[in-house]
């Protein structure tokens, strides 16, 4: 599992409070049919997703991230419930310390830059008027995968960590 000290490092630390907004990468690693609290019965077919949120709730950041990490916990948000699953797991996120909040910002300019991305209707976006802030990338390779969303977030200058080489 991995830690959240590897998540923020030594150099980061002075984060440790901040509020902002974190992207997720997540890796299906097989199809999963799974009820996600109000949306009912959702199909996950394998492969790599990200979720877009942000947290300016007391902790931040690191409090935010570390609940996604954690296993055990209530069943809240609809990311919640697929993290649950032990097939969909989270390989490496981004964020950026920022008092503005940029999920909505983030998330629509995904949709937009590229035929790759597949949103899953209404996914986390109950509160807002996104399509969803989970969107699947279709694309074969784990390096693939991480150019494509790299490129998108680039303008937003967020730190990305990378857990699959911390994975045994
Ligand atoms: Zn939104």
């Known amino acids: 599992m991995t830690s959240i000290q590897t ?5 980061n630390l002075h984060l440790s409070n901040a ?6 990468f997540i890796d299906v690693s097989k199809e999963i049919l799974l009820k996600i609290g109000s949306l009912g019965e959702m199909k996950f077919s394998k492969g790599y997703y ?12 690191v409090k935010r991230v570390e609940r996604h990490l954690r296993n055990e916990k209530k ?14 797991k989270i ?5 950026i310390a920022d008092r503005q909040k940029l999920e909505c910002i983030i998330s629509q300019e995904i949709d937009k830059s590229s035929p790759l991305v597949k ?9 807002c008027k996104c399509t969803s802030h989970l969107k699947q990338i279709k694309t074969k390779l784990r390096r693939d995968f991480y150019k494509v969303i790299l490129s998108m977030i680039e303008p937003y200058d967020m730190i990305f960590e990378d857990f699959t080489n911390n994975l045994s």
């Open 75 to 88: 069943l809240f948000w609809h990311i919640d419930y697929l993290l649950n699953s032990s097939s969909a």
């Open 119 to 127: 949103s899953l209707l209404h996914f986390g976006s109950s509160d």
């Open 50 to 61: 990200i979720y877009i949120g942000s947290a300016f709730g007391p902790g931040g950041l």
């Open 91 to 95: 390989i490496a996120v981004a964020w």
């Open 19 to 24: 509020s902002g907004t974190y992207v997720i």
């Open 7 to 11: 998540l923020f490092s030594s150099s």
